[in-house]
Structures are given as C-alpha cells and as structure tokens.
C-alpha cells in the first residue's frame, strides 16, 4: 500500500505571493492532517479534515486554508506569503478509529 | 495548549549502547502518546506508541515507558545501530481538546561507530 504522498518537494516563492500544496493519504484513510515544521519549534497542528470538513484547526492565522476532495486528497493554500512562512509542510493521514498519524515526506517551502 | 517538552535536544552514543530519549508533557489528561523518528529529509516514522492505561510497551529494539506520576515518557533503544540517527520526537494526543497531538521539539540522536 502507498504512503502518503505529498508534492511538490521543494517549493521556492517570494513574498507576497500564494502557495498551494497538495497531499494523496494512504488508500483507505479519510482523516488528513497538516503540520508546519520549523526549525526549532517542532510541529505544530495547522488544521484536519475528515470527510471534506474541517473537523479541528491550530494557531494559525487566515492566510492559512485547507481543503479536502471526495477522494480524500488534500490541499493547503497559503495566501501573502511570509519569509516566516518557510518552512516543511508535513501531511499526516489517519485511518477511521485511529489515532496514529502516517506522515509523508513533506514540501519544503522557502519564501525569498 | 500543553506543551509537550524534550529534556535534551542532542544525544551521542556508541554503536551497541542503550539509548534514552525522555521527554515531558504537562497535560495529566493525555492518554496516549507516540514515538516519531525522523531522518533528514523524510516525514517522520511512527516508532512506538502507549494509551495511559500502561506504563510500558516493547517493541522490537524499542521500549517506551509512561510514568504518569511525574507526566514522563522515555524511549529506550537497544544496542543502538548507526541508521538509528535520527531526530526523535513524542507526541502527546489530547482528545476532548481539540482532538490534536502536540508535538515536542525533538532530540537528535547521533550514533557513533
């Protein structure tokens, strides 16, 4: 079984602009989580979607949004980018009755 | 929210030791928690987790113990191999608050040959 696929890899914007990054959670799994990881700072919660809802969100100010399909998929868009933006976006997907997060490999997004 | 904290952010150990990693967490309401390894480059990798309800769990080369007393979680390794280089981090789940883990900030653990 496939892991969770995140793309692109690496991501390079200035600021000002939008990114949007996307997420495929192992085949099954209706819950996908996002993380921002800095570092320093560890990972910390951006928000979770299960069945196209956002069913929880962290500390993060509006210019972050997610978005979840029919077919599970996820996307995270940020909008007026900051150089504190920079970062590796790390998606989780969670299997219905679980707990445990399965990450994938994460974008790394820098913002010039 | 709670925080969840590593008492060391480094760790050098010999090739064949036991390693210790330990971390703190201040929520006495948590009830489980999971061990995350990860390699430069890579998402992190599920190790080993523990529901509040045990104060120990042994998985192959890995034990994590729970000490609810003193709200202490430890991941203990065995005979630490050079692919066990890694940061390592726990993660506390708060369900009834938000339904989210909190995340430490890591302990980089470095295998010396």
């Known amino acids: 079984k496939a892991g969770v696929t995140q793309t692109p890899r690496y991501l390079i914007k200035t600021r000002g602009q939008q990114v949007t990054l996307s997420c495929s959670p192992i085949?099954?799994?209706?819950?996908v989580s996002w993380y921002q990881q800095t570092p320093g700072q560890g990972l910390q919660f951006l928000f979770e979607?299960?069945?196209?809802?956002?069913?929880n969100k962290g500390n993060f100010p509006g210019r972050f949004s997610g978005r979840q399909f029919s077919n599970s998929r996820s996307e995270m868009n940020v909008s007026t980018l900051e150089l504190g933006d920079s970062a590796l976006y790390l998606c989780?997907?969670?299997?219905?009755?679980?707990?445990?997060?399965?990450f994938g490999s994460g974008t790394q997004l820098s913002v010039l | 929210g709670e925080s969840v904290g590593l008492h060391l952010p480094t760790l050098s150990v010999q090739e064949g030791d036991n390693s210790i990693i330990n971390c703190a967490y201040s929520?006495?309401?948590?009830?489980?928690f999971i061990w995350y390894k990860q390699e430069s480059g890579k998402g992190p990798q599920f190790i080993i987790d523990i529901r509040s309800n045990m104060d120990k769990r042994q998985g192959q080369r890995v034990t994590v113990l729970l000490n609810k007393t003193v709200k202490h979680l430890s991941l203990q390794i065995a005979a630490t191999q050079p692919g066990d280089s890694a940061v390592y981090f726990c993660a506390e789940w708060e369900s009834g608050t938000g339904n989210q883990f909190y995340f430490g900030t890591g302990t980089s653990l470095t295998v010396i040959p």
């Open positions: 085949s099954g799994h209706r819950s």
């Open positions: 989780a997907s969670t299997r219905t009755g679980s707990e445990k997060l399965f």
């Open positions: 929520n006495s309401a948590s009830d489980y």
């Open positions: 979607y299960f069945s196209e809802t956002q069913r």
